[in-house]
């Protein structure tokens, strides 16, 4: 198969990068192993999109797409068919249920990507490709360096599986969003107190001492934001395994508490779960930039800025034990609106392959921040803006103009001189 771009990966980065660049005019294919679109955002039942990126991206006209109002939780099932008809609309070809399973080089240059599925091996080979696996699953397959876990001990954020509650009485307003989020459940009970004393107790998993209860557009409802398992490598699929039956005997146990505990709670039940463990992180592929702690916290901005004004707080969920790693017990600090340049996006050893969403090239604790679907939805178009340009001027990674590529987003919206 002979494609101008190919992207790998279909959730919220990659989607980004196929809308952009198949409206840029290119032929564009994308390649997803599960079987539909939308990554963590289907797949994983992750919602609401967070972070702020400045104004005119993809980002907004997806939200648009699958939300009812900006910031609330998606509808999950109206997220796999506006998606779909997004891509389909835009002329993007999608590949479903086909995994990225190896490259050939010539140099620097990736010539041809190889994919496994059901109609066997298909080989897919163009100008640019982009990594938006999540995992740099491509990056690797290409021989680019790449970083994984904290400094130190090297382990990741624990992983998660997210649930929908149903049978939520109608007038309990009981929301909790965050670890600050303290409740007075109206009987001199505090919701954070509970849910802390009841880890101690056993009443929770072992980790779980906050359930994150998230309002979704059903006043009966809840997105549930809890079960967590540590010291996972998710990329290992024996441990997959292991989290996976974990983390499914967790969701009951956490259900049993807000029965018992939760006015208002005593009738829910389960509606629906993520049909894949959800990773906050794994490998981070090293670019010609490392965006850093301080870089976001001074909000830096960059000669070859593609997203502009990212703003989500350093949200690292403990990889070894519950709670949040840094500042534990108040609300994690917030950067400035930062950027994101173009160097941070280009892996090394690779001339013509892009990184988009959470791989690209970040430390551990700014990784946190910028790994929200908003920002990786801006990432994702800047990189369907980037193969465009490239294509156009016969260009590398190294070479390409990047006022070229900012100028094509601000022609197509985005206020990257805001
Ligand atoms: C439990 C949890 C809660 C979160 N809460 C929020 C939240 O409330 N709001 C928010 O904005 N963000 C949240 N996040 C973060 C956010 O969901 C992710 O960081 C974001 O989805 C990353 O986008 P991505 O496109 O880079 O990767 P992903 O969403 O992981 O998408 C990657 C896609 O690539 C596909 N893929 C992977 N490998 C291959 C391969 N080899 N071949 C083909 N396809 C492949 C995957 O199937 C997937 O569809 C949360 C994450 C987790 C895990």
Excluded: W
């Excluded at 502009?308 to 350093?314: I, N, R, V």
């Amino acid at each position: 198969m002979k494609y101008d771009v190919v992207i790998a990966g279909a959730g919220p980065a990659g989607i980004g990068a196929a809308l952009e660049a198949a409206r840029s005019g290119l032929k564009t294919a994308l390649i997803e192993r599960y079987g539909c679109v939308g990554g963590n955002l289907t797949q994983g039942y992750v919602g609401p999109l967070l972070g702020r990126v400045c104004e005119g991206t993809v980002a907004d006209e997806i939200e648009d797409a699958i939300c009812a109002k900006r910031g609330s939780v998606p509808d999950f099932e109206n997220a796999k068919i506006a998606l779909t008809d997004l891509l389909d609309k835009a002329g993007v070809d999608v590949y479903l249920q086909t995994s990225v399973i190896g490259a050939d080089k010539s140099g620097e240059k990736l010539d041809v990507v190889h994919t496994a599925g059901k109609f066997g091996n298909i080989s897919f080979s163009a100008e640019v490709f982009i990594d938006a696996t999540g995992d740099g699953d491509l990056a690797v397959q290409c021989g680019c360096p790449y970083e994984m876990g904290r400094e130190g001990d090297g382990l990741v954020q624990p992983v998660t599986l997210m649930f929908v509650i149903e049978g939520v009485d109608p007038d309990q307003p009981l929301l909790c969003r965050h670890e600050e989020d303290y409740t007075d459940l109206g009987d001199g009970r505090e919701y954070l107190d509970l849910c802390h004393k009841a880890c101690r107790t056993g009443e929770l998993p072992e980790n779980v001492n906050i359930v994150r209860l998230y309002a979704t557009d059903v006043k009966t409802e809840r997105m549930v934001n809890a079960t967590q398992e540590n010291r996972i490598d998710p990329l290992n699929p024996a441990d997959v395994f292991k989290a996976e039956a974990s983390l499914r005997r967790q969701i009951g146990k956490i259900m049993d508490f807000l029965k018992n505990n939760i006015p208002g709670f005593s009738d829910i039940r389960i509606k629906g779960s993520a049909s894949t463990l959800g990773v906050r992180e794994s490998r981070r592929v090293l670019g010609r930039y490392q965006l850093t702690e301080e870089d976001l916290m001074e909000g830096r901005t960059y000669s070859d800025s593609v997203v502009h004004k990212a703003k989500f707080c350093l949200d690292i969920h403990n990889p070894s034990g519950a709670g949040q790693s840094v500042h534990a017990e108040k609300r994690p600090a917030t950067p400035k609106p930062y950027d994101i340049p173009f160097s941070a996006m280009c892996p090394i050893g690779c001339s013509n392959l892009i990184t988009a969403g959470r791989c690209i090239s970040g430390a551990h604790v700014a990784h946190s921040s910028y790994r929200v679907m908003r920002i990786c939805m801006a990432m994702g178009q800047a990189a369907g803006a980037a193969a465009a340009v490239m294509l156009k001027t016969e260009t590398a990674t190294d070479t390409v103009d990047v006022n070229l590529i900012r100028r094509h987003l601000m022609d197509r919206g985005v206020k990257l001189d805001d």
